[in-house]
């Protein structure tokens, strides 16, 4: 086998790899299955999208895969180590962002686009095209999803 290929192999089966993928994977299938169960999805493509691709939501996908990079890192190299305390890094500040910014830009990307309904009905503007209201995360969502996180990451730690 080429170095090349086996490089790929052990990318591919690598613990701290599989531990990300698993992660966001599940967070994106339990955010699929509460919003089947309260109703907010309405067609099999909506289903895809949730769970492949939309933000936002119960358990936060962003934080469950930092979080398991961080754990599985942790277990691999130590929370000595220079990889784990880089890892930790970007781990505050994706929680920071999902909490924080992306929060505060959805909410006022909501309150702009009432604004712009609002002049649009008044025949002040033509015609308003709306702004993307990307969801943040409330305090709970982030805390699911790095709980979520942590036990995959803790699992595939211990089942190597």
């Given at each position: ?15 701290i790899?599989?531990?990300c ?40 996908s ?20 220079d ?19 992306r ?27 709306p ?13 699911l ?16």
């Open positions: 086998m080429s170095p090349f290929r086996e490089q790929l192999k052990t990318f591919f089966t690598s613990p790899f599989l531990a993928v698993f992660s966001w994977l599940g967070a994106q299938f339990l955010k699929a299955i509460i919003n089947l169960i309260y109703g907010r999805i309405h067609s099999f493509g909506e289903l895809l999208e949730v769970m492949v691709w939309r933000t936002g939501g119960m358990p936060s962003h934080s469950a895969l930092v979080s398991s990079l961080c754990t599985t890192i942790a277990f691999r190299n130590g929370v000595d180590s990889i784990f305390i880089l890892s930790f890094a970007f781990f505050l500040i994706t929680i920071r962002d999902a909490m924080g910014v929060r505060s830009s959805g909410m006022q990307a909501q309150k702009i686009n009432e604004i712009g309904r609002l002049l649009e009905k008044k025949e002040i503007i033509e015609k308003y095209k702004l993307k209201e990307v969801n943040g995360h409330t305090p709970m969502q982030v805390i999803g790095c709980l979520l996180g942590f036990i995959i990451g803790l699992a595939f730690s211990l089942l190597k």
